[in-house]
């Protein structure tokens, strides 16, 4: 056959970024990659754009309008209401509506824009070299992932991504600001997780990296781990114990705003992928190996927890004190906590 590309032809581009998600029926069956409540609604995110809802407990889904095809790997609700989602492009994503529909706050190209303008115009010490670091990532398409987003109110919050992209909003992400001036991340370490509660918080990273947010200097502090590999996420447990958790299943356990870590033993070589406070104070971890394991006592030991149909899991999100939503490379599934 013949091919009609002729020579010097470029084939156009669709962007993700750009084309809204595609309708499927298979959401619920999926590679989900995170999940929330939303007051009483289930919302999960994952590849493609696709964000599913059920308000019946999981019985039923419901697709979102999503105006974004990237592969979404993080959702935060700070009210029954008020969301954001993040994920590759760049983009943030944000619902008033409980997750039933989506408009785009912001996205890789348009970050970019505004933090060579923010810096262009800031008089902190490293702001020419924060410059250049960008107008670089500019010519290679701007369009850098955002790996987490973390919202503390309707309002205030954060998104996170590769290379020491940190941005934060106060009005509720109508208007974003740079905070790449405000991290001890002279290397540009990617940023994986960001996680607060009981007024702390904190950032992890690549290379055992944690960061402490110190309300005094208004910076994000360094407050690394004796682990040299990447550290997916975090659990606050309360105003000094904190958990971080990764690679290989390593996960370290500070008491005193990670001033020092100890080694948790959890039994299993898998990548620890999830992890959340339920509401009566336990601590549930999930792997990518299928394992979900408890803690009863703050994180200091941990147990299996049996699950009817094990995946490798991505996330979790508490339901309440014994039901919790799983989601991962099958979809969504709700367990029970005995």
């Known amino acids: 056959m013949i091919s009609s590309?002729?020579?010097?032809t470029a084939l156009a581009f669709d962007n993700p970024i750009n084309i809204a998600a595609s309708p499927s029926k298979l959401g619920a069956n999926s590679a989900l990659l995170a999940s929330a409540m939303a007051g009483s609604r289930i919302v999960a995110v994952g590849s493609r754009g696709i964000i599913i809802y059920s308000d019946d407990v999981g019985a039923t889904w419901k697709q979102a309008s999503v105006p974004a095809g990237s592969d979404l790997v993080s959702v935060s609700f700070p009210s029954a209401k008020k969301?954001?989602?993040?994920?590759?492009?760049?983009?943030?994503l944000h619902s008033v509506d409980g997750g039933s529909t989506w408009v785009k706050q912001l996205d890789g190209i348009q970050a970019a824009d505004l933090t060579v303008r923010y810096y262009q115009a800031s008089m902190a010490p490293d702001a020419a070299a924060l410059v250049e670091r960008e107008k670089s990532l500019q010519a290679g398409g701007g369009t850098q992932p955002l790996l987490d987003v973390y919202f503390e109110s309707d309002t205030t919050g954060f998104v996170v991504g590769t290379f020491n992209r940190i941005f934060r909003t106060e009005d509720g992400g109508k208007t974003w600001t740079p905070w790449m001036e405000r991290t001890d991340n002279p290397g540009e370490l990617h940023f994986y997780s960001i996680r607060g509660r009981a007024g702390a918080l904190y950032l992890t990273g690549e290379q055992g990296a944690v960061w402490r947010f110190d309300?005094?200097?208004?910076?994000f502090v360094a407050a690394p781990t004796p682990y040299k590999g990447t550290l997916f996420g975090l659990v606050v447990i309360d105003s000094d114990a904190v958990l971080a958790f990764g690679m290989r299943g390593s996960l370290y356990r500070s008491s005193d705003q990670g001033r020092n870590w100890e080694k948790v033993p959890l039994g299993t070589p898998a990548g620890i992928t999830g992890g959340t406070v339920l509401p009566g104070g336990g601590i549930l971890l999930t792997t990518q190996a299928g394992g979900v394991n408890i803690s009863r006592d703050g994180g200091k030991h941990f147990q299996p927890v049996k699950t009817s149909r094990p995946m490798a899991y991505f996330g979790l999100a508490p339901m309440d004190d014994k039901k919790i939503v799983l989601v991962g490379a099958e979809g969504v599934r709700l367990e029970s906590i005995q």
């Open 5 to 8: 590309i002729q020579p010097g």
């Open 83 to 92: 969301g954001w989602a993040v994920g590759h492009g760049g983009v943030v």
């Open 215 to 219: 309300k005094a200097s208004q910076r």
